[in-house]
Structures are given as structure tokens and as C-alpha cells.
């Protein structure tokens, strides 16, 4: 069965950076659109960052030019370098997949189809 597995998550100051990685199994990621959700608590899902299977990327304007998403199709890895951290990055990370769609616009969560348990991040 498809499963996610986020790692890397913590506590850093603000103006540090995290690495954030996602191992995936059960299915064949190069096929699949990767991406990273977040959620605070008492707000909707918020899409940072897409990579598809030919490597193109789409980010979160909040993110950009701090955030930088990868994938390792033959490791079935995917990872987000987060710098210049913000308290407001402060959120549960989601890991996520999807054959179809490759977006991180509003409302873009609904869209796909698998999801990791999530990595909390803080940063104060």
C-alpha cells in the first residue's frame, strides 16, 4: 500500500533552516506529482511547494527564494529545504502525492490523493 514517511522536523530559531525529507513506498514516485503541505491549527491546509515527475516546481509566494524542493526518484525521496525560517513557517508538515494534479493554489489539498502523518516544525 502507498505509505509517506516525513522525517526532519523540529525546533529552530527564526532565521535557521531545516531539512525536511519524505521516504515513500508502495508505489512508483517518479510517476507522481510530489509536494508539501502545512496546517496550523484552526487554519485550512496551505500548499509550499510542488515538484512533478520531470523535476518542474511550483512554490507558495510566502515560500520563495527561502524554500527549495527536491525529489530522488530512484531513492523514492523527496525533500524541502526550508532557510530563512520565519515563526510564521511555524506549522505540521505534510508530505504528499498525486498522479494527476501538481499545483499548491488555495484549495489545492483537495486535490491529493496521498498523505504522510506529518513532521511538526517550530520556529521561534
Known amino acids: 500500500h502507498v505509505q509517506m514517511v516525513e522525517s526532519g522536523g523540529g525546533s529552530v530559531q527564526a532565521g535557521g533552516s531545516l531539512r525536511l525529507s519524505c521516504s515513500a513506498s508502495g508505489y512508483t514516485m517518479r510517476n507522481y506529482c510530489m509536494a508539501w503541505f502545512r496546517q496550523v491549527p484552526g487554519k485550512e491546509r496551505e500548499g509550499v511547494a510542488a515538484?512533478?515527475?520531470?523535476?518542474?516546481?511550483t512554490y507558495a509566494d510566502s515560500v520563495k527564494g527561502r524554500f527549495t524542493i527536491s525529489r530522488d526518484n530512484a531513492q523514492n525521496t523527496v525533500s524541502l529545504v526550508m532557510n530563512s525560517l520565519k515563526p510564521e513557517d511555524t506549522a505540521l508538515y505534510y508530505c504528499v502525492a498525486d498522479l494527476v494534479w501538481c499545483t499548491v493554489v488555495p484549495g489545492a489539498d483537495q486535490k491529493f490523493d496521498y498523505w504522510g502523518q506529518g513532521t511538526q516544525v517550530t520556529v521561534s
Open positions: 515538484i512533478d515527475g520531470a523535476g518542474s516546481t
